[in-house]
């Protein structure tokens, strides 16, 4: 995985404003309807921001194996109780509100998402 550059504006550049949209996520296999649609069908990387928020806010059981930072890793939350993982911590309040990171496409290509 490497830092994805490619827009599909003419007129405007990717803009990089941190390093949350070049941190991604790979979704190897999971039960998680959400991931399954939305990254795993789609081909898609998450961000680890967003990835984070929708791991820690988790209210159903589900588990996850996924490829982060060269790791392939594995989240498992049961009957209410979790593994310790970085990413089952709790958001930033602000930064939660204040963020948000659509889908990465795992091709060159990146099409229109508006």
């Given at each position: 995985?490497?830092?994805?550059?490619v827009?599909?504006?003419?007129?405007m550049?990717?803009?990089?404003?941190?390093?949350?949209?070049?941190?991604?996520?790979?979704?190897?296999?999971?039960?998680?309807?959400?991931?399954?649609?939305?990254?795993?069908?789609?081909?898609?990387?998450?961000?680890?921001?967003?990835?984070?928020?929708?791991?820690?806010?988790?209210?159903?059981?589900?588990?996850?194996?996924?490829?982060?930072?060269?790791?392939?890793?594995?989240i498992?939350?049961?009957?209410?109780?979790?593994?310790?993982?970085?990413?089952?911590?709790?958001?930033?309040?602000?930064?939660?509100?204040?963020?948000?990171?659509?889908?990465?496409?795992k091709?060159?290509?990146?099409?229109?998402?508006?």
């Amino acid at each position: 995985m490497g830092q994805v550059r490619v827009n599909n504006h003419f007129f405007m550049p990717a803009l990089r404003i941190a390093g949350f949209q070049d941190d991604l996520v790979e979704i190897l296999d999971t039960d998680n309807r959400d991931l399954v649609e939305n990254y795993l069908q789609k081909e898609n990387y998450i961000t680890a921001f967003e990835f984070h928020r929708l791991i820690s806010s988790a209210d159903e059981e589900f588990f996850v194996e996924f490829r982060h930072e060269g790791k392939v890793q594995r989240i498992d939350l049961v009957n209410s109780k979790t593994d310790s993982h970085p990413f089952l911590e709790k958001q930033n309040l602000f930064m939660r509100k204040l963020l948000f990171f659509r889908p990465v496409p795992k091709s060159d290509l990146s099409p229109c998402q508006h």
